[in-house]
């Protein structure tokens, strides 16, 4: 039997979307998504969600081996 990966990408997703609906019943929605953007800048470069989530969920000695040297 195989086992089906958990959906991290989809959940990763639902909670940036729910932080953001959040965050529009006090402030406007372009706000909050400019803010929560902030936090996609890695090392001064803007890094995809695609890419953050990748950083997020990879293990620590698969990002060592990806750091630039």
Do not use: H
């Not at 990966?5 to 006090?26: D, H, K, N, T």
Request: glycine share 2%.
């Amino acid at each position: 039997m195989l086992l089906k990966p958990f959906p991290y990408a989809e959940v990763f997703a639902a909670i940036e979307q729910q932080v953001i609906s959040l965050g529009a019943e006090r402030l406007p929605r372009e706000q909050v998504t400019n803010q929560l953007d902030k936090f996609k800048r890695f090392a001064t470069r803007c890094i995809s969600a695609a890419e953050y989530f990748s950083t997020l969920v990879s293990s620590p000695s698969t990002r060592a081996s990806r750091r630039p040297r």
